[in-house]
């Protein structure tokens, strides 16, 4: 296994990216993380999970998050969290050449992987999302709401605190005990973030009869951060999508008690499509 880090401009930003290369990859991930998160958090079970079955992935922080540098919890608007994909599709294309190739995203991640299928339409064989940002499955205060839509006009780098409640990730003690004490996880959210992400997850339902990819979405029913009826909503206006609920599922699939029931689902997809 090779495992290498890189390192790209984007939109005057400088970005921390990684990937990991079994000895005969049969197919890779392009991974993208959610909101607070980075992707050295799916390097102690994720990564290694595919790896053993000659999955590879590559992955990347995105804007505000991680080891990419910039104000956390802020991006400079949607497109640009949308052609930042492009650029590690190209990096996935110098490193892996054309063996079969997914894109991977979890909650916001999921949100904009699903909005790249329905937009770019990239040379890619498949879409998976976990948990997608599609909708929240809480209603934030409504003076944050207001406050967003006013700050995006006027100042859209001012960042508020997510609400998030770590507890609420997974069913798994450990994993929220750690995501409580890793320093690169962060509660901040501009709304170029909030309020866009949002809206993007709206107009993805709207149009998901329009996706032309073989895509996998996987939800957890007691997800208590994104609305797993959203995803469901979302798979039922179209022919490509095929769902799997978790019964009890946190939002976190991949750090929860399921986490090995998923990880495998994933692969047996995967492996299905290529």
Not at 160 to 170: T, V
């Amino acid at each position: 296994m090779t495992h290498k880090e890189f390192h790209f401009k984007h939109k005057k930003t400088n970005f921390f990216g990684q990937y990991w290369k079994p000895r005969h990859p049969k197919s890779v991930v392009v991974l993208v993380h959610g909101m607070g998160e980075y992707s050295g958090r799916y390097a102690n079970f994720f990564v290694p999970t595919l790896l053993k079955n000659n999955i590879a992935v590559i992955s990347y922080d995105n804007f505000g998050h991680g080891k990419t540098e910039g104000k956390r919890g802020h991006n400079p608007n949607y497109q640009s969290l949308l052609s930042v994909i492009s650029k590690v599709l190209n990096k996935k294309q110098e490193v892996y050449g054309n063996i079969p190739t997914y894109l991977y995203g979890h909650s916001m991640g999921g949100n904009l992987v699903l909005n790249y299928a329905l937009t770019k339409q990239p040379n890619v064989n498949g879409i998976i999302a976990t948990s997608p940002f599609l909708r929240l499955a809480f209603q934030p205060p409504k003076w944050k709401l207001i406050a967003g839509k006013i700050l995006q006009k006027i100042a859209p780098f001012i960042t508020l605190s997510n609400e998030l409640n770590p507890k609420d990730i997974s069913r798994d003690k450990l994993e929220v005990h750690k995501y409580e004490h890793d320093q690169l996880i962060h509660d901040q959210v501009s709304p170029n973030y909030s309020i866009t992400i949002m809206r993007k997850g709206k107009w993805a339902i709207k149009n998901a009869h329009k996706l032309n990819y073989p895509t996998y979405i996987l939800h957890g029913s007691d997800d208590r951060i994104i609305d797993y009826s959203a995803s469901i909503e979302f798979a039922n206006k179209t022919e490509k999508a095929t769902l799997k609920i978790y019964e009890g599922g946190y939002h976190e699939l991949h750090n929860d008690l399921c986490k090995k029931e998923v990880l495998q689902d994933v692969i047996n997809w995967i492996d299905s499509n290529i």
